[in-house]
């Protein structure tokens, strides 16, 4: 029976348990209602709130931990001898999932019986041809222990399965059985219902802090890994990034850190002027039909997606930087550059920062504008000697805020920026970000056991914190120069 | 800052600027003036133009995705080559594979060319049958098996031209980049130029474009976004089915419910912190706790959707939050005031009042979610999948595409007919888009009351 079914089931007591217990207190009060402390269908609630919670909560847990528990009792099958030079236990371990899978998928198309696998334990050169029929992968030869660790992880996994169903439902069951026997016509169904809504609410808000804690914990406990691997040094302050595959590679930040400085410094350069003139335009000058055309077309821009954004450094603006500008200037020939990149993330950062900018101009109070005009000020003089100053927390807020957008973003700097790390000044030159190489080190590889993998996480620690340093001091900022002026 | 104290317009001095005569330091004045004036409306332009680029860019590349060229050809589905015994057996049909049907199609070029008016000096039947898609083959099989008594009859069949010939007919293909192609020759492009005027070959609007799964590296005129849109479709069920209860009870429970206490305010940060984080992130996550550690499989739309579910979580919290927040605290009084619990007062009055501003979050959320790319590459949905995921809940599980991953994924291969398709899943992308943020701006006129 598979999770999803369980569900299914628990969800059908659950509304049977509804009609059931609101049917039994109407028929217990002798279909006068007035003589219930609750409404009717606050009794049904109970009953399909106790069938339904402590057995979708209880399949979560078992969910979760199944998977655990069973790779623990299979790894007791493996030998050292198993592992073959150069691999690792949890590549091992990935075999037998694969033969255990493979198995189940033969039986399923009528390729082999159990009882075939029973008796298989003598002769397994065919087993991996078997497989392949059935189109599942075997790398290497099948080692007879590995083999009797992919047995034990079927039956493990059926039998544990089978129990989970059994358990679910008998306690779905058990909870709605349970609260049909407690209610009758005294009972405060709505009380208890409302109390049980509540703790739902408060399990759900945890929702965001667990999520916190799987990121933190994932990163730092990687990272740490990491670190066993590699020295923590050589990661911070090595000139150099050239992960090999076999070993001895260098794994230095640095190079990357000055890409993505880089890059997010052009794309700054560009984004906070005209975003910030922008903004002033739109609150100062613009007359209603422009401003009733030009504030959506801006936002426009931040609702279109950064692969978008990627797509166009690719096959526009780089062939066209570099042909127009770099080739004739001789500074070189690559089409993705630290310009190109800077430039798009700019123009998507246009409308964070005006937006943001927006804001922070309009909280500035309408009495140190008239305070100004008043003095004979033209508006730009105002603008430029009164608004500006005024709201410049807030705008290094905003610009602290779009340079952690800036850090962060990372199909703009994959399709555009390049992929060779170099500490370089030329803008024309491809250099590489610590988003490209987390990518570039990740993708598609989940055996975390080479520190050419486990970087990646080092880097995305690196991230995390400095991303969330700069949103933490520019909301503080923000919040700062808001109160000043409420 | 005024004109006030300096010296030439003193009361006793002749003045030496009226209203209607400026001064140099007025005209200054006024000239800075208007210089702020054009850097601001420059500015706005630039924003705009860049815009009008983009989406132009996007446009005038992708736009030729969505037609391709066909050729019309006759075959002759022989018995001797497809059903030796003459048997009918399906079993024995499908022994033919898909080399065995390439001859077919060069016959019937033979075929095309015993007419006068088509026919190249030196080019053979077999390189005029390279000009038909890899993929042609294929589909005559399939065809074959569904419809095995059509066998000895002579059927027309529309087969996808190859990306080259393609190519020549949209202009990325010429005859001199063809003398030094080694997959195309200026003999094909001229065959091509006599079968478009004999109406065999024609370049019209592609479903398969839409309908078709990926192709490999050598067959671009094959590939499609059919798993790319299903899987993507997937993931937003996904983050719709898990975002919405979640998000909608935690705000529910920050805003009504939540004492002023140390472990709201965590809560309260932790939310507008989650939505800094960048999105990457975000998938280092879902690689080490999803696929790692819950031993969920790779490529799975299943674990997409619960990337981006956490991702869209603080926007889907923001907005309700604050459409929960714009319901005047007078409808809650007036639910306690005749008797009802606070439970019963947010969910049969605030609530409900809450609706169309939490619906209009909610999509902006999963449109956010639907154009997210980087979080997908880590959980490995940048593999190339060709077979289509089951229906749900089995094919949460199954390896599926995603749209913009899609993107990215043609965008690294080298035949430049690619580069075309991914501006075209682009434009599809954008449409999605739209029509997800168009049924927001609707919802929003329809339903938004001011208090």
Not at chain 1, 150 to 179: C, K, N, P, Q, W
Not at chain 1, 331 to 359: C, E, H, Q
Not at chain 1, 460 to 475: D, E, I, K, Q
């Amino acid at each position: 029976m598979s999770a999803g079914l369980v569900i299914l089931v628990v969800f059908l007591i659950a509304s049977a348990g509804f009609y059931l217990g609101r049917s039994r207190i109407i028929r217990a009060a002798g279909g006068d209602i007035r003589k219930l402390h609750s409404r009717p269908n606050y009794y049904g609630l109970t009953v399909a709130l106790f069938g339904a919670v402590p057995a979708l909560l209880l399949t979560i847990f078992w969910l979760i931990l199944q998977p655990v528990y069973i790779e623990n009792q299979v790894s007791k099958q493996i030998e050292p001898g198993d592992i073959p030079e150069g691999g690792s236990l949890s590549l091992v371990m990935s075999d037998v999932r694969r033969i255990a899978d493979g198995l189940d998928v033969a039986v399923a198309d009528g390729v082999m019986t159990e009882d075939k696998i029973a008796t298989l334990d003598t002769d397994l050169t065919d087993l991996r041809a078997r497989l392949g029929e059935v189109g599942v992968a075997v790398a290497s030869d099948i080692k007879p222990n590995v083999f009797g660790a992919a047995t034990v992880y079927r039956e493990l996994a059926s039998g544990l399965r089978m129990a989970m169903a059994v358990v679910v439902i008998g306690v779905s069951l058990a909870g709605a059985a349970f609260a049909m026997l407690r209610i009758h016509p005294g009972y405060r169904a709505r009380n208890v219902s409302e109390r049980a809504i509540k703790a739902l609410l408060i399990l759900s808000s945890s929702v965001a802090i667990l999520t916190t804690i799987g990121i933190i914990s994932s990163l730092l406990f990687e990272t740490l890994h990491f670190f066993k691997l590699y020295q923590a040094r050589d990661f911070f302050f090595s000139m150099t990034w050239n992960p090999q595959f076999r070993g001895g590679s260098d794994l230095g930040i640095l190079p990357l850190l000055w890409g993505t400085l880089y890059v997010s410094f052009v794309a700054l350069v560009f984004a906070v002027p005209i975003g910030l003139l922008a903004a002033v335009y739109l609150s100062e000058y613009a007359s209603k039909p422009v401003r009733a055309f030009a504030k959506p077309a801006i936002e426009i821009l931040a609702g279109i997606p950064t692969i978008v954004y990627g797509l166009f450094a690719l096959i526009t603006v780089g062939p066209l930087l570099r042909d127009y500008f770099a080739q004739p200037l001789g500074l070189g020939n690559s089409s993705s550059s630290v310009l190109t990149a800077g430039v798009v993330m700019g123009i998507m950062l246009i409308p964070f920062v005006s937006s943001l900018s927006d804001d922070v101009i309009n909280a500035v109070p309408q009495t140190m504008r008239d305070g100004s005009y008043g003095l004979g000020a033209t508006k730009s003089e105002t603008i430029k000697q009164v608004i500006l100053p005024a709201a410049l927390p807030g705008i290094v807020g905003a610009v602290l805020l779009a340079a952690s957008r800036a850090i962060g973003e990372t199909m703009i700097v994959v399709m555009g920026a390049g992929a060779a790390a170099k500490l370089s000044l030329n803008p024309f030159e491809a250099m590489t970000t610590i988003t490209v190489k987390i990518v570039s080190q990740l993708t598609g590889d989940t055996e975390f056991a080479s520190p050419e993998t486990l970087v990646a996480f080092a880097l995305g620690l690196s991230l995390f914190v400095v991303t969330l340093g700069l949103n933490v001091l520019a909301l503080y900022i923000v919040r700062k120069y808001r109160e000043q002026y409420e | 800052m005024t004109d006030a104290s300096t010296p030439e317009t003193s009361p006793r001095g002749k003045p030496s600027s009226s209203l209607l005569r400026q001064d140099a330091r007025t005209k200054k004045r006024n000239a800075s003036e208007a210089r702020f004036r054009t850097y601001g409306a420059v500015a706005i332009g630039i924003a705009i133009l860049a815009l009008v680029a983009l989406l132009g860019s996007v446009l005038y590349n992708g736009s030729s995705a969505f037609r391709q060229t066909f050729i019309a050809l006759d075959i002759y589905l022989d018995p001797a080559k497809l059903d030796k015994d003459g048997s009918g057996d399906l079993e024995k049909i499908a022994k033919v594979s898909t080399f065995g049907y390439a001859p077919l199609i060069k016959a019937a070029f033979e075929k095309e060319f015993e007419k006068p008016e088509i026919g190249v000096e030196g080019l053979k039947s077999k390189d005029a049958a390279k000009m038909i898609s890899k993929e042609g083959p294929a589909e005559l099989r399939r065809y074959v098996l569904a419809n095995p008594d059509m066998i000895g009859e002579t059927v027309r069949f529309d087969f996808l031209a190859s990306g080259r010939i393609d190519g020549y007919f949209k202009g990325r293909v010429t005859m001199e980049s063809a003398e030094r192609d080694k997959n195309v020759s200026p003999q094909q492009l001229q065959l091509a130029d006599q079968l478009k005027d004999a109406g065999l070959l024609r370049t019209k609007f592609n479903p398969g474009f839409l309908t078709r799964a990926d192709a490999s590296e050598n067959r671009p005129e094959a590939a499609g976004l059919g798993v790319a849109i299903l899987g993507s479709f997937y993931m937003v069920i996904v983050v719709l089915v898990l975002a919405l209860p979640i998000g909608v009870a935690t705000s529910i429970y920050l805003e009504e419910f939540a004492p002023k206490n140390w472990l709201t305010d965590v809560i309260e940060v932790n939310i507008s912190n989650l939505a800094a984080v960048p999105s990457i992130v975000f998938g280092i996550l879902g690689l080490a706790i999803f696929i790692n550690f819950a031993g969920l499989p790779q490529s799975a739309p299943i674990v997409g959707g619960l990337v981006l579910t956490l991702m869209t979580l603080p926007t889907i919290i923001i907005a309700t939050r604050a459409s929960l927040k714009a319901v005047p605290p007078s409808i809650r009084d007036a639910a306690l005031g005749v008797g009802a619990s606070k439970m019963q007062s947010v969910f049969h009055h605030v609530l409900p009042l809450a609706a169309p501003g939490i619906l209009t979050g909610t999509i902006l959320g999963l449109a956010q979610a639907l154009g997210e790319t980087a979080p997908l590459l880590l959980i490995g949905m940048v593999a190339f999948v060709r077979e289509f995921p089951a229906a749900p809940p089995e094919g949460l599980f199954d390896p599926a595409a995603a749209l913009p991953v899609q993107v990215y994924n043609w965008t690294q291969r080298a035949d430049p007919a690619f580069v075309e398709r991914a501006s075209g899943a682009i434009i599809v992308l954008l449409v999605f888009l739209l029509l997800m943020n168009a049924v927001a701006i609707i919802l929003r006129r329809r339903f938004e009351r001011r208090w």
